[in-house]
């Protein structure tokens, strides 16, 4: 069963979407919540694998989403997977959504690069803290942007109990620094509903 709710990590899933290469193969959502965002991504890849590490999110994403026949919802840390569900090399696609947050940024990108196949494309929707006056002014934009689109959606909501949310550590610019750091040639762009899109396709 789908539960529709908007948020703004789900204001985004239409981006990940967008940005998942035609024709892909296996696409993993790491953290993957309530499996929202996996459940779509099976309308467009051959097979989807979800990941969360917290049981509770698992238990909910299958009661929610577990009808469809191409998504495998596993409770597993992509940052230490000792048992190997997460085989690395082998996705063509890897999104995380307000996940990389929950670890240290260079640790959690050298395992989601692992976790791709050569030639395969990371997208991560994140956030971080503000710091400086223009992040400030970026976020009080978005808040009045984020206030519109609540007349169109309703309240925002959230996918419920069993998901663990935490506050970010890094601010805007620590964050595009260790992007560039970690990822070179990756695009990193602030959004405007407190979140940053990460881009990068790996090297065949
Ligand atoms: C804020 S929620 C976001 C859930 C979902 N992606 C969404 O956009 O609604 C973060 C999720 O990441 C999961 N998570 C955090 N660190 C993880 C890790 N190392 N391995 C797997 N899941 C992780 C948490 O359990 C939680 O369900």
């Known amino acids: ?3 529709p709710y908007w948020n703004h990590n789900v204001h985004y899933h239409s981006l990940v979407m967008k940005l998942m290469p035609a024709g892909c193969q296996r696409a993993l959502d790491l953290g993957c919540g309530d499996g929202l965002l996996a459940s779509k991504l099976a309308a467009r890849a051959t097979q989807v694998t979800a990941a969360d590490r917290a ?3 698992i238990a909910m994403a299958c009661e929610r989403h577990g009808g469809l026949d191409n998504v495998e919802f596993v409770t597993a840390d992509y940052l230490d997977d000792p048992r190997g569900l997460l085989p690395e090399g082998k996705y063509d ?3 995380a959504v307000a996940v990389l947050h929950h670890a240290d940024f260079t640790e959690a990108v050298a395992a989601l690069t692992r976790l791709l196949a050569p030639g395969g494309r990371l997208v991560v929707i994140g956030l971080a803290r503000n710091r400086s006056l223009l992040d400030w002014l970026v976020s009080g934009a978005g808040q009045v942007a984020s206030r ?3 007349l ?3 309240p925002k909501s959230g996918p419920g109990k069993g998901v663990p949310a935490m506050d970010p550590v890094l601010s805007w610019a620590e964050t595009a620094r260790l992007a560039r750091r970690t990822l070179p040639g990756s695009r990193f762009g602030r959004l405007l509903l407190r979140r940053y899109l990460l881009v990068w396709d790996k090297p065949e």
């Open 1 to 3: 069963m789908s539960v």
């Open 55 to 57: 049981p509770e999110a």
């Open 93 to 95: 696609f890897v999104s």
């Open 148 to 150: 519109a689109l609540r």
């Open 152 to 154: 169109r959606h309703g």
